[in-house]
């Protein structure tokens, strides 16, 4: 019961000092994209059932939504544990975008392949995410 009432705390102080505009649309839109089954695209996103609003409007949350960025990157630090030795997970992936000229910022990236060779260059985005792992047993 614990590990609950610190999620609901969590969200909670994310509801009232990160999310500056439209919270509880943010909010659903983050819980569908954690909710839901695997997504092909954001129209598919808006029309998971956890997200009770109309279709349209997770473009104008997107649009017209405010974040507190430091705030939000404080608070999530601060979730992190202090005591002992800690375990964070990097994972590198790569979109390839290599008809797309007009794209800005495209570059050549590593995309790993089944093991016939090994993987390739690609042209592309590369997106990394840096995560906190916490102990076994706990949320």
Known sequence: MEQFNKLVEFRQAVFEHGFTK????QFELVDALLLGQLIRSFPELSLLPTFRRKWHCSYAV???GG???AWLEGHFVQQASTKGPQLFSLDGTA???PAVWTLADRQYVFSPRPAVDG???VVGHSYSVLTWVPESGSS
């Not at 439209?22 to 649309?25: H, I, N, Q, R, Y």
Request: aromatic letters at 12%.
């Open 22 to 25: 439209a919270s509880d649309a």
């Open 62 to 64: 997107i649009e017209r």
């Open 95 to 97: 979109w390839p975008h």
């Open 67 to 69: 974040q507190d960025w």
């Open 119 to 121: 993987g390739a260059s």
